[in-house]
């Protein structure tokens, strides 16, 4: 049986029989091509912007149907610059799920502008846009939907209550790379962007990247100018900025990485299509569900379960790996103690904390794996 180092960079690397995760599977095929790449790339004699970024910013501006992307370091900051273009900052107020990643959270935090959570749509577990309205104030400036898990929030509903309102949406795209709204592109909805090519994320650098998508060339021109020291002309700083530039290297390597996404996103949803069919009828657990016109790209396949704890350690037991995205949410967590929130604020979030588990799925998994966590699932609730 295939035995994958398992690959949570947050944890040390177990052997596992069914890992969580692997781009070996992805990389393999490309072993050839990047080599090449980086021969090129060490002679070039050019590693920071240059060539290569502008190459891969044309290459995802053309593949997420926006006229401009601009690379940066990483999503955080992806969403940081996103928001700081728009001109949010101290005691403005960005509406966000209660339900995501810290990350979406911090976007708005680290430029002293207020988090206002709203709980998802308990079926899809994305931001419920019929929950937005109660939650806008007069300080209120944005919306950042964050497409959780691959799957598209509601953008129809989304657009029309921002534009109702005269509020930005900033989209957090960091775990929807090729995911649509009826028909249309997530990254290509809200005024500007956010998406991060983190190694495991559905576009996967190796190492931390990210970049801002847009169609506003003066929120493309602010990004490109805040994320190099707020610098057009070199030695001429016109505002204080980042060092968040997208490295050189990532760049090609991304680039060589994104003429594949296509493929590995349908080979994605086959595996989620297997895993509703061998799951199918197991009364303990919850499977997603996807919204009307909400496409899904299946960054995690994320069940709902009954003794979640106890199937963790079962599964871990069999040498499945699974993880928890995430245990904890944003209004919970100990950063935000100064925010006040209380527990049992946010119900739906905190439901969902308490019962989410994502099972392995990734672009070359074997299809027989899908087979063997779900009989473990299934011999777990039968025992
Ligand atoms: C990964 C992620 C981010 C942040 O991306 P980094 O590149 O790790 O900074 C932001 N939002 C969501 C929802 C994410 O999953």
Request: glycine share 8%.
């Amino acid at each position: 049986m295939l035995s994958v180092i398992c690959c949570d960079p947050h944890k040390p690397c177990r052997m596992l029989t069914v890992p969580f995760f692997s781009s070996a599977p992805m990389h393999a095929p490309l072993k050839a091509e990047m080599d090449a790449f980086w021969q090129q790339f060490y002679d070039s004699n050019w590693y920071v912007l240059g060539p290569e970024v502008e190459a891969f910013e044309l290459a995802y501006a053309a593949f997420n149907q926006t006229q401009y992307c601009v690379g940066v370091a990483n999503g955080l900051d992806a969403l940081h610059i996103s928001i700081k273009a728009l001109g949010i900052g101290p005691g403005d107020e960005v509406i966000v799920p209660s339900n995501t990643y810290i990350a979406s959270w911090l976007g708005a935090t680290q430029l002293g502008a207020i988090p206002v959570p709203v709980e998802s749509n308990p079926y899809t577990w994305n931001i419920d846009p019929q929950r937005i309205e109660a939650a806008i104030t007069t300080r209120t400036k944005a919306i950042m939907p964050v497409h959780l898990y691959g799957q598209a929030c509601e953008m129809g509903a989304i657009m029309e209550l921002a534009q109702r309102h005269h509020l930005f949406v900033v989209e957090d795209n960091a775990q929807a790379h090729g995911s649509t709204w009826n028909g249309k592109l997530t990254g290509s909805f809200g005024h500007i962007n956010g998406v991060s090519f983190y190694p495991t994320k559905n576009l996967g650098a190796l190492g931390d990247a990210g970049a801002v998508t847009t169609n506003d060339p003066a929120l493309a021109e602010f990004a490109r100018t805040y994320r190099n020291y707020g610098s057009k002309q070199r030695y001429f700083n016109e505002m204080p900025g980042l060092n968040s530039r997208l490295d050189a290297v990532q760049a090609g390597i991304l680039r060589i990485k994104l003429e594949h996404l296509a493929a590995w996103n349908q080979e994605r949803s086959a595996l989620a299509q297997q895993y509703f069919e061998h799951l199918a009828g197991i009364e303990s657990i919850v499977l997603p569900k996807i919204g009307e016109d909400c496409g899904h790209v299946w960054h995690l396949f994320v069940i709902l379960a009954e003794r979640r704890s106890a199937l963790q350690a079962h599964l871990q037991a069999q040498g499945i790996g699974t993880l928890i995205h995430y245990p904890l949410p944003p209004h919970l967590q100990q950063a935000y103690q100064g925010l006040g929130f209380q527990k049992g604020q946010f119900p739906i979030a905190e439901a969902l904390a308490e019962k989410c588990l994502s099972l392995p799925l990734y672009p070359g998994m074997p299809i027989e794996h899908v087979a063997l966590v779900a009989k473990s699932i299934r011999d777990f609730y039968l025992s």
